[in-house]
């Protein structure tokens, strides 16, 4: 008797346990569930607003995370076409966007006009620079004025295009230092590298070792318009929707406004 109850102890015990490990692995395998992870190539000046949207959209879909390739939105184009993995694409121009289009590289049913910008000239918070106009650059005391590479950063050939407006593009040429994208266009100001340079009026806003000493006249650039498009080579078409949708929410349109950009009327 002693030694039946002994091993139906035993047995109940060995299924107990197989239960339990059974009920482990079950939790670790849904605990462990993969997340979707989408790549957003975006234009610099779109790092602050993203990195606030990014915690915020999150949470509201736990499955997806985000991973940000930041940079200009040339070098971002040509990465695109040259096979990179990218889930979604945010320009700062159209022309970059437009060429990834033309080339059937963007879904058509998944393309939009975001955000505007403007563009404006910072320099130093000391007031030493004393300029209010692009035909104030020429003085003797502004030895070098930063743009970002007009063939790779739209912010640059927005200045080149006022520049040359101006009449000034020529006569600059011997103090222009030239940038990988804005965000080293407002770095350079930044440290005293150069005394004025040509950012977005969203990049300004960021620091706080800078100011912005004119607004550049509309007139004399193209309007800066941001598009946002989904990659046809996505994997994750589905996830990616799902962020192409959120960023076009007035939730997420709330903090890009909060940085300094706008919204196309038709938004």
């Not at 091993?7 to 009920?23: D, E, R, T």
């Not at 975006?42 to 940079?71: C, M, R, W, Y």
């Not at 990465?79 to 945010?90: N, R, V, W």
């Not at 007009?150 to 050939?157: I, M, N, Q, T």
Request: with cysteine; proline share 4%; aromatic share 8%.
């Amino acid at each position: 008797m002693y030694r039946f109850a002994r091993k139906s102890m035993v047995l109940l015990l060995a299924v107990a346990v197989s239960i339990l490990v059974a009920a482990c692995g079950s939790n670790s395998q849904s605990s462990s569930a993969k997340q979707t992870e989408l790549t957003v190539s975006a234009a610099a000046s779109l790092t602050d607003a993203l990195n606030e949207i990014q915690p915020l959209f999150e949470k509201a879909h736990p499955d997806i995370k985000l991973v940000f390739n930041f940079g200009a939105s040339g070098t971002l184009q040509q990465q695109i076409e040259q096979g990179a993995p990218s889930d979604l694409f945010l320009s700062a121009a159209v022309k970059n966007m437009t060429a990834l289009a033309d080339k059937q590289l963007i879904d058509e049913a998944h393309q939009t006009n975001l955000l505007n910008n403007e563009l404006v000239v910072v320099a130093s918070t000391d007031g030493k620079a004393g300029i209010t106009g692009i035909a104030e650059l020429a003085k003797e005391e502004i030895k070098k004025v930063a743009i970002g590479i007009p063939e790779s950063v739209p912010a640059g050939k927005y200045a080149q295009e006022a520049l040359t407006n101006a009449q000034q593009w020529d006569a600059l040429q011997p103090k222009l230092v030239q940038a990988k994208d804005v965000r080293q266009v407002l770095q350079y100001v930044e440290t005293g590298n150069a005394e004025a340079g040509f950012v977005y009026k969203t990049d300004a806003l960021t620091s706080d070792k800078v100011g912005i000493a004119f607004a550049v006249d509309p007139q004399t650039y193209s309007p800066v318009v941001y598009p946002i498009g989904i990659v046809k080579a996505t994997k994750n078409a589905e996830q990616a929707g799902v962020l192409y949708d959120y960023l076009q929410s007035q939730a997420a349109l709330d903090i890009f406004i909060k940085y300094g950009f706008s919204v196309p009327a038709a938004k």
